[in-house]
C-alpha cells in the first residue's frame, strides 16, 4: 500500500506541473524513398525494444532524449531506459506498480522514480528524486 500512495502522490505532482506547463511535441521522424514506380514512399523508424528474448514486449516508445521498454513475463515487470545519446547509458528497473490498461507504469531505483503516464494533457516520461523533477518528456512514438 505504501508504493500505491507514493504513486498517487507522485502522479498528483504530475498532474499539477502539467496543469501550469506547456510542452512543444517535435513531429517523429520518417524517411522518404523512392519506389519502382518512382513515387516517394514514406517509411517510419522502429521504435527499438530492450527487452530480452526471453521476455514480452508489453510496450515501447520514446521521447526527445530516450527510448523505453516495459517488459515482462505474462504481467510487466521491468522498465527499461536507454539515452539516445549514448546507448551504452541504459537502466533496466523493476516496476512497482502498474495499470491493467496500460495508462501507468511506475518504477524505482533507490530514490528515483520513473513514471510513464497517460495523461489528459498527453504521455509523459517523468524522472524524480523525492519532490524534485529530474525530466519531463512527451511521448513521441509509441505507446
Same mark, same amino acid.
Given at each position: 500500500?505504501?508504493?500505491?500512495?507514493?504513486?498517487?502522490?507522485?502522479?498528483?505532482?504530475?498532474?499539477?506541473?502539467?496543469?501550469?506547463?506547456?510542452?512543444?511535441?517535435?513531429?517523429? $521522424? =520518417?524517411?522518404? *524513398?523512392?519506389? %519502382?514506380?518512382?513515387? &516517394?514512399?514514406?517509411?517510419?523508424?522502429?521504435?527499438? /525494444?530492450?527487452?530480452?528474448?526471453?521476455?514480452?514486449?508489453?510496450?515501447?516508445?520514446?521521447?526527445?532524449?530516450?527510448?523505453?521498454?516495459?517488459?515482462?513475463?505474462?504481467?510487466?515487470?521491468?522498465?527499461?531506459?536507454?539515452?539516445?545519446?549514448?546507448?551504452? $547509458? =541504459?537502466?533496466? *528497473?523493476?516496476? %512497482?506498480?502498474?495499470? &491493467?490498461?496500460?495508462?501507468?507504469?511506475?518504477?524505482? /531505483?533507490?530514490?528515483?522514480?520513473?513514471?510513464?503516464?497517460?495523461?489528459?494533457?498527453?504521455?509523459?516520461?517523468?524522472?524524480?528524486?523525492?519532490?524534485?523533477?529530474?525530466?519531463?518528456?512527451?511521448?513521441?512514438?509509441?505507446?
Amino acid at each position: 500500500m505504501k508504493s500505491r500512495s507514493r504513486l498517487q502522490s507522485a502522479l498528483s505532482r504530475v498532474s499539477i506541473a502539467l496543469g501550469i506547463c506547456c510542452f512543444t511535441v517535435f513531429p517523429a $521522424q =520518417s524517411q522518404t *524513398v523512392s519506389s %519502382k514506380s518512382n513515387q &516517394p514512399l514514406l517509411l517510419a523508424q522502429a521504435i527499438p /525494444n530492450y527487452c530480452r528474448k526471453s521476455e514480452s514486449t508489453f510496450l515501447t516508445m520514446e521521447t526527445k532524449s530516450y527510448w523505453v521498454s516495459i517488459c515482462g513475463g505474462d504481467n510487466p515487470n521491468s522498465y527499461v531506459g536507454v539515452s539516445k545519446k549514448d546507448r551504452r $547509458q =541504459s537502466i533496466r *528497473v523493476p516496476l %512497482k506498480d502498474f495499470d &491493467p490498461r496500460g495508462n501507468y507504469f511506475y518504477a524505482v /531505483n533507490k530514490d528515483v522514480e520513473y513514471i510513464l503516464a497517460k495523461t489528459p494533457k498527453g504521455n509523459f516520461l517523468t524522472v524524480t528524486r523525492g519532490t524534485r523533477e529530474l525530466l519531463r518528456e512527451p511521448v513521441l512514438k509509441g505507446w
